[in-house]
């Protein structure tokens, strides 16, 4: 008998992050414009003399996944900027389902716009679950390691996902992994053990020049086991959020939305010579 609770959990979330996505693209264009991000004339401050490129995750989109935090870093003073990526032909509303190679050929491309609009030398990227590991491809593939200071992971899929469990049944299923390469590649491509993932970790984690954080919450039940999210190299900060406040209960969906104690924790990354101790208490900040 299925693990019922083990799989209603993940695809529930999966369904939680995939609704966020259903906003029109024109009312989405619309919120990012009201609130201030995705300003081209923006221009960094000597204070944060670096754009902020925010990546979305699987399911979501360029509004949505940052309706919190994006606002969180501009009141903060940040150049924010956010995109869609992963659009797949014939499926309206969902991004981040593309072949994970071919969107961090978009990423390289939009980092490339944000640094000509702002006159800016180098961008930090922000991601969320799939958004935190497949600018590590353009880091490490595409040239990113001249373009990008830092990396900040929000849950990302950085050494692919059990999905709590959910994957290791798909030997059991002939024709179904085939079925997620041919009509949603990036899902493929963060199952563990892919041919994407293999070459992405092949001869390390991380590439020099480049500052790693990854941000983790033991209750992700997405990305699983959630220590697989963590890196490992020069350069590179793992932080369990329970560790930091032990009352924090965000999983996969929630640590990107609107967990303000993750957030805290990505102005630290972004600036390390002013950071300041994250604890509990910062979820009011």
């Given at each position: ?5 083990r ?5 529930t979330?999966?369904?939680l992050?995939?609704a966020a ?12 414009s ?8 923006c221009?960094?401050?000597a ?24 606002p969180y870093?501009e ?8 995109f ?9 509303l969902?991004?981040g ?23 800016a ?7 969320h679950?799939?958004?935190g ?7 490490k ?10 990396l ?30 041919t009509?949603t ?15 992405l970790?092949a ?8 500052r ?22 020069s ?9 930091l ?13 609107f ?11 972004l600036?390390?010579a ?12």
């Amino acid at each position: 008998m299925l693990p019922w609770k083990r799989v209603l959990r993940p695809l529930t979330a999966l369904l939680l992050t995939a609704a966020a996505a259903l906003v029109p693209v024109t009312a989405q264009a619309a919120v990012a414009s009201s609130v201030g991000w995705n300003d081209y004339s923006c221009k960094p401050s000597a204070a944060h003399p670096r754009p902020v490129v925010l990546v979305h995750g699987t399911f979501a989109n360029s509004v949505d996944n940052w309706l919190a935090l994006a606002p969180y870093l501009e009141n903060r003073g940040y150049c924010v900027f956010s995109f869609d990526y992963g659009k797949l032909s014939g499926v309206p509303l969902f991004y981040g389902l593309a072949p994970i190679d071919k969107s961090a050929e978009q990423l390289k491309a939009y980092v490339d716009r944000v640094l000509a609009a702002t006159g800016a030398e180098k961008t930090d990227i922000v991601g969320h679950s799939q958004g935190g590991m497949m600018p590590r491809y353009y880091l490490k593939f595409l040239g990113g390691a001249a373009k990008v200071n830092a990396l900040v992971g929000i849950a990302p899929s950085n050494h692919g996902t059990t999905l709590s469990g959910l994957t290791e049944l798909l030997p059991y299923f002939p024709g179904i992994a085939d079925l997620l390469t041919t009509n949603t590649p990036a899902l493929a491509d963060q199952v563990v053990g892919s041919a994407f993932l293999t070459r992405l970790n092949a001869g390390g984690d991380t590439v020099p020049g480049v500052r790693y954080t990854v941000l983790a919450s033991k209750y992700d039940e997405v990305v699983t086991p959630y220590r697989s999210q963590f890196l490992s190299g020069s350069g590179v900060r793992n932080v369990l959020l329970q560790d930091l406040c032990p009352v924090d209960l965000s999983e996969h969906v929630a640590i990107g939305l609107f967990d303000r104690i993750a957030f805290h924790e990505v102005a630290n990354a972004l600036d390390p010579a002013h950071a300041e101790p994250t604890t509990c208490a910062s979820a009011f900040s």
